[in-house]
């Protein structure tokens, strides 16, 4: 099975419309759909697994780029190996930042804010 991955689907599509796209270039063995945990609605992008590499090959020919209700879907095989792969970490940008700070070097005060009473101003 080939995994494909679809981004920039108007975010009001339906499930099954998706499905039924993918399903004209080929047999659609399943589809997960990015949704918000607290909305549940979809996010975006979604991942589609094609049964063969044919009707895969020929949905990212086909529908990479069409605009869908006025926006551009992108269409591209899956990165498989993304968990395998090392995440890269750009060093801090600000020198300040980057200093190490112990705790002997931290003063707190211990004055108490001070108390503005209203009722005595006027004005």
């Known amino acids: 099975m080939i995994k494909l991955f679809v981004v920039g689907f108007p975010l009001d599509i339906d499930d099954a419309e998706l499905i039924e796209l993918f399903a004209v ?22 991942f589609i697994e094609m049964e063969d590499q044919v009707g895969a090959d020929q949905a990212i020919a086909k529908l990479n ?3 869908l209700r006025g926006r551009k879907i992108t269409v591209k095989l899956a990165d498989e190996d ?3 792969k090392p995440r890269v970490f750009k060093p801090n940008r600000f020198e ?5 700070i112990s705790p002997d070097d ?3 005060s211990t004055k108490r804010p001070r108390r503005i009473n209203l009722k005595d101003k006027k004005g």
């Open 106 to 108: 931290i003063e707190f």
């Open 96 to 100: 300040g930042d980057t200093k190490d």
């Open 25 to 46: 270039q080929g047999l659609v063995h399943s589809a997960h759909f990015i949704t918000d945990k607290f909305t549940n609605k979809h996010k975006g992008f979604a």
């Open 82 to 84: 993304r968990a395998q």
């Open 65 to 67: 780029g069409v605009v």
